[in-house]
């Protein structure tokens, strides 16, 4: 990868105090990764892994309380620690360098202003813009991602609008100053099928016209495959994989991620009992000794149990690594169940 | 009353119905005005409530006498309502429709001045409670607590004490300061709740600023709660001006005021019951519109209600 580092994470811990004060939730437990400019960067994992604390992370947009970063974690973009960067610099980077669009388009948009205000509001805070300037500008970003009748669509109130729309909203409210990093949280999630194809289309365009970044969040493997370059495979608040999407879709490594791309149902292949991870996700306040995803895994032996492995290098694939003894061992892939 | 005094109030009254129909035809462009003035209820009390105003401000005109005048204390006391006396006449010989008019003027201002000073602080208090918690949510909220478990009147004699008799303004400030810890409890629950929406988050994603956060996208979700609230304060803030007159504690006679009217009135109730029953049913007019108009208010700025895709 010859394209520049935009956004470093270095062990990014994200912990949450829970109810009455009784335990921590390790939400998100020592992350890290690289996004580098210009690429799809698709964060995978289920629900409750830590997918889209570590996004709100980034902006530090975690509730708090009862949420808070621990020191020690870095989130660098250009140079500085967004984690320890002052408030009004902070506001300086959300929306105008880094954006963010949410999983929920129809409670991501505020009811009582039009999708006008709402698509200008950043474009006045950052570009400083006049009402009028801003106005027009908002026009020109509905056009572009797509809306039909711009001028009519910019007087109307986030209720006038299908959720496709909205979504679409949210996209321009979050691209208008160009920003050079989008963070996507399941951007599709709660559309329709044919909806959800249309709006990636969308941001595929966009991003190769803005040559912007785009850190996509979900839990979809089909949305990953086509869209994203790299991905990094998230279980229990750790990352257990990364790889580009070809090399880890063509040999996935890590058992969890091995599970999950089972689990996708296949149209070419013969009817079958669909396949399923056996267990559920640890709670967050305890995860399990060792490897984490020891418990569910049909490999594990003594030694995942004793000891968490580090991420380690894949053999013959750059970039390619997983967090998993397998790789030291690769003579135990054999299922016990 | 004269023949000017009765066009006086003719014109009034044709001007609140033709402001109300104006208003109703302005609103019937817009989805959630047009909410508002299906409320047969909401139109016919903004319509007393305008009446009421525009007679409070154009009280020279509708008023035929000197309200604090006594016309003659030994002939005119405690006439009962005619021609010459609309309203009937207290047990000074005043005027009860020319010191209704003008005690209409002090009431209603008393009114919307001290709810306007309790709203504004409660939602001001309430907002900065609930959208930075923490030790702020707590100081800010125990003192509301405080200022719940102090008897109100308590602290209103202290300022008559401190004040000779209390002027107009120091009375709106003693009343509107005593009158907002219920509303910052309200707005302080709405904010909690509104701050943790995707929407109010999505608006710091884009690096809105806190307090626009609040005033831009917080609040306004929260106007239907506030804007009820200031007119149902408007009223209770009629009847506590009412109770503190009649305590003798209120506006200082002889200018008049629904309160001290009810006040003055009260020992010939059975011999001129005229000089508190109309002030005592201005009150519960204004109070009852004003009820009226909030829950209009609160269905037409309800954005659930709002149609579908035009």
């Known amino acids: 990868m010859t394209a520049p580092v935009l956004l470093r994470i270095r062990d990014l811990r994200t912990y949450f105090v829970t109810e009455h004060g009784k335990g921590t939730a390790r939400a998100v437990d020592g992350v890290s990764f690289d996004l580098y400019a210009g690429e799809t960067l698709g964060i995978v994992g289920e629900s409750g892994c830590g997918k889209t604390v570590t996004s709100l992370s980034i902006l530090r947009l975690v509730p708090e309380p009862p949420g808070h970063v621990l020191p020690g974690s870095l989130i660098e973009f250009e140079g500085r620690n967004l984690l320890t960067l002052p408030a009004p610099e902070l506001r300086g980077v959300r929306g105008n360098q880094i954006a963010m669009i949410f999983q929920e388009p129809m409670t991501s948009l505020n009811p009582v202003f039009t999708v006008g205000n709402q698509i200008a509001e950043a474009a006045i805070i950052h570009q400083h813009l006049s009402r009028r300037a801003a106005r027009a500008r908002a026009i020109d970003m509905l056009r572009l991602v797509g809306i039909p009748d711009p001028e009519e669509r910019v007087d109307h109130y986030p209720h006038q609008l299908s959720g496709g729309m909205r979504q679409r909203v949210m996209i321009a409210m979050a691209l208008i100053c160009h920003p050079k990093v989008l963070i996507a949280d399941e951007p599709t999630t709660a559309l329709d099928v044919t909806i959800q194809a249309q709006i990636l289309e969308l941001l595929d365009r966009l991003q190769h016209e803005l040559g912007m970044a785009v850190l996509l969040i979900t839990h979809d493997l089909g949305v990953v495959a086509g869209h994203a370059d790299r991905l990094v495979v998230m279980y229990a608040g750790r990352v257990v994989e990364t790889a580009t999407t070809p090399s880890l879709f063509a040999r996935p490594t890590h058992p969890y991620t091995e599970g999950l791309l089972a689990a996708v149902p296949r149209i070419d292949a013969p009817r079958a009992r669909l396949h399923a991870i056996p267990g559920q996700v640890p709670a967050a306040t305890a995860w399990p000794t060792g490897c984490r995803f020891h418990p569910r895994c049909p490999y594990a032996w003594e030694k995942c149990v004793a000891q968490e492995p580090p991420l380690l290098d894949v053999a013959d694939e750059p970039g390619h690594t997983a967090r998993c003894w397998l790789v030291t061992e690769p003579e135990r892939r054999v299922a016990k169940r | ?310």
């Open chain 2, 1 to 310: 009353m004269t023949l000017g005094n009765w066009l006086a109030l003719v014109v009034a009254l044709i001007l609140a119905a033709e402001a109300v129909r104006a208003l109703r035809h302005r609103a019937l462009r817009r989805e959630r005005w047009r909410r508002f003035f299906r409320h047969r209820t909401a139109s016919w009390g903004l319509g007393i409530l305008t009446f009421l105003v525009i007679v409070a401000l154009a009280a020279p005109l509708v008023a035929p006498f000197d309200p604090n005048r006594q016309l003659d204390i030994v002939h005119l006391t405690n006439q009962p309502p005619s021609w010459t006396f609309l309203l009937g006449t207290d047990l000074l010989s005043r005027d009860v429709w020319s010191r209704a008019v003008y005690g209409g003027r002090i009431s209603l201002g008393i009114g919307a001045l001290g709810a306007l000073v309790a709203v504004s602080l409660g939602t001001l208090v309430g907002a900065l409670a609930g959208y930075y918690r923490r030790w702020i949510d707590a100081v800010l909220m125990r003192g509301v607590d405080v200022g719940l478990a102090l008897p109100r009147i308590f602290i209103l004699l202290m300022a008559v004490a401190l004040w000779d008799g209390l002027p107009f303004t120091a009375l709106v400030l003693a009343i509107g300061l005593t009158s907002w810890f219920g509303t910052s409890r309200l707005v302080r629950a709405e904010v909690l709740a509104l701050r943790q929406r995707d929407f109010v988050v999505a608006a710091r994603a884009l690096g809105v600023g806190t307090s626009r956060v609040i005033f831009r996208h917080v609040l306004p979700n929260a106007a239907a709660p506030i804007i009820v609230s200031a007119a149902l304060g408007v009223g209770n803030v009629l009847l506590l001006e009412a109770s503190l007159s009649f305590l003798g504690i209120g506006i200082a006679p002889p200018e008049a005021s629904w309160g001290n009217m009810i006040a003055d009135g009260a020992p010939s109730i059975y011999t001129a019951p005229w000089s508190t029953l109309f002030p005592g049913l201005a009150i519960a007019l204004v109070v009852m519109s004003l009820n009226a108009v909030a829950d209009g208010v609160r269905d037409a700025l309800d954005p659930r209600e709002d149609g579908g895709v035009e």
